[in-house]
Structures are given as structure tokens and as C-alpha cells.
């Protein structure tokens, strides 16, 4: 036997689960058009009955003035979705953040049968949309997308829990790792997953840097350099394990970009040698040297073919350029390359150029397309669905501000009014854009989930570089 009650609003849906109907019954709980009002506080399923929660109408709900989760189940079975009723619920997770999943299954069970759950920014632990802890979650229905976690994007079961999948689909939810380092006494190399940081192994007692990130086959690879009595020494990290590059003995060598490709590693960077700057790469520990003075500053392989991106010298001028294998591509303007990709065959690069001031730029090809924006630059690229995305920052007589650009046109990214910031790189995974850098005062590291800051919890940190992964 079940209890039928009709809600128009989230705390008429508090009351309708906590109170319950009497023992031996069901709850079927009807959301009806006109619902109103936000999600404010979490709603706790703890009896051990079934609660079955339908929809008349298209109902979206957004999260409120709270952090946690929308929905808590530490007994009984939760049902989202009933065939009687055609309408849909939607929880968002957004604007804000998080520090939950927006479900959570403590005990008992969870049975999503259509609606969505989206958008949720779950920046304490794994399971953007839900995480089961004990118990199961089943999904016959519905969608998953838009949820970004530290770990797990979507749904996470914890060991001995259980996730059943019936049908339903779930896409565009994120991991977000990004490199850096934070000081401590010393620079220390690291990446975060989501916001729990993972400390890079060096020589006790030196200082590390962490220059950029990729993950493959579930693992994590960083590149960057650490200083010890004999110089600056570039190496790459797999997951903990640091692998040094070798370079001319009594050189000092940096590591600046990494990707990973047909399970090889390839790492960019350069190294000086008395007064010469040397740009080169590595596959694996094997060094390839470019041809002239130079700088490289970013790698991608396509096609087997690596590409790497930098600037030369000429006479004292420092030009743009990327390299094919060890070809070089000169690119008009003066100036130098931060980040380059390779979509659909073309390859595209980002940078800057002076001319008067400094300026934002990215080249298809070899042509140049000016950015909007003085006294800045761009620091990555990326190519998705046709468009291209530039992360950058640009002064124009205040602050140094944050950005990143949709084709040409600009999008500011929040921070503390008054501050500088900086970008260091740009993915975008599932249609939402991620950036990647860090802001004055503290030296705060920090990535954007499309215009929400994400601030990574140490002081005195630099975050350097971004992957996503679904």
C-alpha cells in the first residue's frame, strides 16, 4: 500500500520524505507543475520503506544557498521517476560549488528511472552526481552529465557497493587533474586530482616544478624540472616515479610540456648550454634537438608525427615558430609560442606578438588571428567541435586579467577584485571549458570550470597545467 501526497516545493518535498506515512506503507510522491524554489538543504531518506518520487511537468531544480547534497539515503529505496507520469526532474548542481555528490547513497538503494542529474561541482571527494558509499544505485533511465568531481565525475561506487546499469546515459562528467607546485619551505612539484594534492617525488631539500600534465590508460604522467647542486634537471613523473632526461652534462635542462601516444611519452622543453638556448624533445629518455636557439614550449603528437611549439632567436629577436619533427615552421610577427594541437589535419598554435605592445594571437596554419585584448598573451590551445579556444590574459591599462577566448571572442574569469592573475593552459571536455593558472596574493593555484573558480586548497601554489578526463 502506498501514501500518495503532492509537493509544490522543495521544503513541501522535505517534509513529504522525512515525515514518511505510516509503517508498512509506501510513500509515491507527486511533484507538480508550478514547482517553486530552490534546493536549500539536504532531504534525508532514512526509513526503511520506498519512496517513489514522480513528476507532472518538466521541473528543474537549482542548488541554493548550501553546499551538500540534494538527496541523502541512509535506509529504505529511493525511486526517481515513474511511468505514470511523463514529466521529468531535473537537479542541478549548479552555479557554485560543491562539497558532495548531489545524491548520496549511505545505505539502502537509489533507482534513477528518467530525469537528469547535471552540473554539479563536487570538489571534496569522488562522485560529482552520486556516490554510493554502501548499497547500490541502478539506472534504467535518465542522464548524467555536466558533474566534475575529484575523481569519478559521474558516479562513484565505493568498494563493496554496488552500481547496476540498465540503461540511461552518462556523459560529459569530469576529472579535472592540474600540475603545479606549492611552497612549503621549498618549491615542490605536484598535481592535484580534483583539489587532493599528490606531492612529486625530488632530492630532499630541493626545489621542483610540475610544467604540465596528461593522463593515459588511467595513469598520470607530469612534466617538469628540479634544481639540485649540479643545476636545473628536466624529468617527467609516471604517476609518483620520476624519470630523469638526460641533457649535456653540466647543462641545465627544462621539461615544459608532456603527451603521451601510442603508449610512448614525449616530453618538450630545452636546455643552455653556456650562453645557447637549445630547444629539444624527448621519446621517452631519447633527446632530439631542434635546430637553432631556441625555446620549446609545448608538444602533441598526430599521426605519429610530433609537433612541437617554441620560439627561435634571430639576431636577438625572438620569433615564432612550431617544429615537424625537426622541421621549422616559421610564424609571422614577433614574438613566441605558449601551446599548439593538431585537429582535423591543420595545426593550430597559440602565443603572442609585439607590435607596439604586447598582444594575444593564435595562427592556424601560418596564419595569424589576432586576439582581442593589450599587454597580454595567450598560454593554450585546444580545438573542439570546429572552434577554437585560447586561454590568455590581458591587461589594457588594469589589473592582469584572467581569460580565455571562444574563437575571438573574450571571456573574463572571476577573481578577487583587484588582483593579477595569470592563465597556464585550456581543455575543454563534454562542452564545457576548463582553464587552468593562478592569482596574486598568495600565489593561489586554481582552475575554472567555465567562469566558477575552482581555488586548490594550499597557499603559495602555481597551478601550470590541465587535463580533463570523462
Known amino acids: 500500500m502506498a501514501v500518495y501526497t503532492e509537493v509544490n516545493s522543495w521544503a513541501a518535498l522535505q517534509t513529504a520524505i522525512s515525515t514518511g506515512a505510516p509503517d508498512n506503507y509506501d510513500d509515491f510522491i507527486v511533484i507538480k507543475n508550478g514547482f517553486t524554489g530552490d534546493a536549500v538543504s539536504a532531504i534525508t531518506l532514512s526509513e526503511n520503506k520506498k519512496v517513489t518520487i514522480a513528476v507532472e511537468g518538466n521541473i528543474t531544480i537549482n542548488r541554493g544557498s548550501f553546499t551538500g547534497s540534494f538527496l541523502k539515503i541512509t535506509g529504505g529505496n529511493l525511486v526517481l521517476g515513474s511511468p505514470a507520469y511523463g514529466g521529468t526532474l531535473t537537479l542541478n548542481g549548479g552555479p557554485g560549488t560543491a562539497d558532495n555528490a548531489l545524491v548520496t547513497v549511505n545505505s539502502g538503494s537509489f533507482t534513477m528511472n528518467s530525469g537528469a542529474i547535471r552540473n554539479n561541482i563536487n570538489t571534496a571527494g569522488p562522485g560529482g552526481a552520486v556516490e554510493v558509499s554502501s548499497g547500490s544505485f541502478t539506472m534504467n533511465g535518465g542522464l548524467i552529465t555536466g558533474n566534475s ?19 540511461g546515459t552518462i556523459n560529459g562528467n569530469a576529472t579535472v587533474y592540474t600540475a603545479g607546485y606549492v611552497y612549503d619551505g621549498t618549491n615542490k612539484p605536484c598535481y592535484w586530482l580534483g583539489t587532493t594534492r599528490i606531492d612529486l617525488p625530488i632530492i630532499p631539500g630541493t626545489n621542483g616544478y610540475a610544467t604540465g600534465i596528461t593522463v593515459s590508460g588511467g595513469t598520470v604522467y607530469t612534466a617538469g624540472y628540479y634544481i639540485d647542486g649540479g643545476g636545473n634537471k628536466p624529468c ?16 641545465n635542462g627544462y621539461a615544459t610540456g608532456i603527451t603521451v601516444s601510442g603508449g610512448t611519452v614525449y616530453t618538450a622543453g630545452y636546455y643552455i648550454d653556456g650562453g645557447n638556448t637549445k630547444p629539444c624533445y624527448w621519446v621517452g629518455t631519447t633527446r632530439i634537438d631542434l635546430p637553432t636557439d631556441g625555446r620549446a614550449t609545448g608538444i602533441t603528437v598526430s599521426g605519429g608525427t610530433v609537433y612541437t611549439a ?6 636577438g629577436t625572438s620569433k615564432p615558430c612550431y617544429w ?3 622541421t621549422r615552421i616559421d610564424l609571422p ?3 613566441g609560442v605558449t601551446g599548439i594541437t593538431v585537429s582535423g589535419g591543420t595545426v593550430y598554435t597559440a602565443g603572442y606578438v609585439y607590435d607596439g605592445d604586447q598582444k594575444p594571437c593564435y595562427w592556424v596554419g601560418t596564419t595569424r588571428i589576432d586576439l582581442p585584448g593589450t599587454a597580454g598573451w595567450t598560454s593554450g590551445i585546444t580545438v573542439s567541435g570546429g572552434t577554437v579556444y585560447t586561454a590568455g590574459e590581458y591587461a589594457d591599462g588594469g589589473p592582469i586579467t584572467p581569460c580565455y577566448w571562444l574563437g575571438t571572442t573574450r571571456i573574463e574569469l ?9 592563465t597556464t593552459g ?3 571536455s563534454g562542452g564545457t571549458v576548463y582553464t587552468v593558472g593562478y592569482y596574486y596574493g598568495d600565489d593561489k593555484a586554481c582552475y575554472w570550470v567555465g567562469t566558477t573558480r575552482i581555488d586548490l586548497p594550499e597557499p603559495g601554489g602555481i597551478a601550470s597545467g590541465i587535463f580533463v578526463t570523462e
Not at 575529484?150 to 546499469?165: I, K, L
Not at 617554441?310 to 639576431?315: L, R, T, W
Open 149 to 167: 568531481a575529484n575523481g569519478y565525475g559521474g558516479v562513484y561506487a565505493h568498494p563493496g557497493a554496488s552500481f547496476n546499469r540498465g540503461g
Open 236 to 251: 617527467y613523473w609516471v604517476g609518483t616515479a620520476r624519470i630523469d632526461l638526460p641533457i649535456i652534462l653540466g647543462t
Open 310 to 315: 617554441g620560439s627561435y632567436q634571430d639576431g
Open 324 to 326: 615537424v619533427g625537426t
Open 333 to 335: 610577427g614577433t614574438g
Open 414 to 422: 572571476p577573481i578577487i577584485p583587484g588582483t593579477n592573475a595569470h
Open 426 to 428: 585550456i581543455t575543454v
